[in-house]
């Protein structure tokens, strides 16, 4: 049997020992594992952040993939372990909304809340914990030796976009700023299409408003005109992005020198995207 593959998503960084001392532990379980690093470079503590990463990243990987998530991981009354199969994958975390994005479009197999804790000393439950579990997995162990079966997840509230009652307004937040300084926002686009019904619609984020989302960036450019008359670059838009998230983007913007959306329109995480549709 091919050794499962685990894939590693934390806001360890990059400077300090914590994500290599995780590959090192797994390796010297298992030194023929496949370690896939996602990111290490989610902002401290954010759980919206890390959703949205692993709920665009895992369905890349093949079936029997294990996924380690290690954000907000410390173990307390209100902070259990949990390990999932979803999807024919599985993921390893703290119950703490982390995986109520992907939850909301796929229901679990099954959930596990982790009881291994009083057989393991551990100050680094992702290292100490989530490591032994993934390498349970990935030697065919089942969920059920490692956990009592539980029927539910932590919700986290602003994953989840609210809609007014007249269904005329979605209200949406700023769930994941990208390299580009993009804002993503936790509005996708079958949710947003269920609420438009084919209506006209305006986007507000700030002080700024859009009347058009686009399908690609480079929907903004009028090809039609010579390059040297576009004036395009640096342009405020709105796209549903490759993931299919509406996303407030600045075209070939870049923080260092053009300016970002975030950056130019001041458009940080959690802040306020609206949607209104209008009566046609």
Do not use: W
């Not at 809609?163 to 993503?184: A, C, H, L, P």
């Not at 399908?215 to 090809?223: E, H, L, P, Q, T």
């Not at 709105?238 to 300016?259: C, H």
């Not at 940080?268 to 046609?280: A, G, P």
């Amino acid at each position: 049997m091919p050794m499962a593959i685990i894939t590693l998503t934390t806001d360890f960084g990059e400077k300090d020992h914590y994500a290599g001392t995780i590959k090192g532990e797994i390796y010297s379980e298992l030194p023929d594992a496949k370690i896939v690093d996602i990111s290490h470079s989610v902002s401290p503590f954010n759980i919206p952040e890390a959703a949205y990463i692993i709920s665009n990243s895992y369905s890349s990987f093949p079936k029997g993939t294990i996924h380690v998530i290690g954000i907000d991981s410390e173990l307390n009354k209100e902070n259990k372990h949990i390990a999932l199969k979803l999807d024919d994958h599985y993921f390893i975390c703290a119950n703490n909304g982390i995986m109520s994005m992907i939850c909301s479009e796929i229901v679990p197999e099954k959930i596990v809340e982790i009881n291994i804790h009083d057989k393991i000393e551990s100050s680094f439950p992702v290292l100490d914990v989530f490591v032994k579990v993934a390498c349970h997995i990935a030697r065919g162990g089942t969920l059920e030796v490692i956990g009592k079966t539980i029927d539910d997840i932590k919700p986290i509230k602003n994953l989840i976009p609210f809609v007014n009652e007249e269904k005329n307004q979605i209200i949406g937040s700023v769930i994941y700023i990208d390299n580009y300084g993009n804002v993503v926002s936790n509005i996708n686009r079958k949710f947003f299409q269920a609420i438009q019904k084919g209506r006209s619609y305006e986007v507000y984020a700030r002080s700024y408003k859009f009347k058009t989302i686009f399908n690609k960036y480079s929907d903004i450019v009028n090809f039609d005109l010579p390059s040297e008359k576009r004036n395009d670059e640096g342009k405020g838009m709105v796209v549903f992005n490759s993931s299919n998230y509406l996303e407030i983007a600045v075209y070939k913007g870049n923080p260092d020198n053009v300016g970002s959306a975030s950056s130019l329109m001041g458009l940080q995480l959690l802040d306020t995207i609206t949607v209104n549709f209008m009566k046609d």
